[in-house]
């Protein structure tokens, strides 16, 4: 069975920054892409960041110059570096991973940035 394990979420003060963790388990095969959605309460889950196996990076403008994403093709792990928290960025974080047209989810973290 497969399953996207997320690490790193937490609390941090506005300015601060947090490293999040997706690790693919039950799985040989390589994610197509992978990305990170978040999910603020009241509000849909949206598009944060995702790459392609090749290394192609896609980011939502809200985070554009503040968020990284990588990936370990040989671990399948996702990687998300977020600097320059806001408190607007306070969410339930997801991992994804797409293989074919199948899609794969994490259980989510939460991240919460203070003012």
């Known amino acids: 069975q497969v399953q996207l394990v997320e690490s790193g979420g937490g609390l941090v003060q506005a300015g601060g920054s947090l490293r999040l963790s997706c690790a693919a388990s039950g799985t040989i095969f390589r994610f197509n892409a992978m990305g990170w959605y978040r999910q603020a309460p009241g509000k849909q889950r949206e598009l944060v960041a995702e790459?392609?196996?090749?290394?192609?990076?896609n980011y939502a403008d809200s985070v554009k110059g503040r968020v990284t994403i990588s990936r370990d093709n040989a671990k399948n792990t996702v990687y998300l570096q977020m600097n320059s928290l806001k408190p607007e960025d306070t969410a339930v974080y997801y991992c994804?991973?797409?293989?074919?047209?199948?899609?794969?989810w994490g259980q989510g973290t939460q991240v919460t940035v203070s003012s």
């Open positions: 994804k991973g797409d293989w074919g047209p199948l899609a794969y």
């Open positions: 790459i392609t196996s090749g290394g192609s990076t």
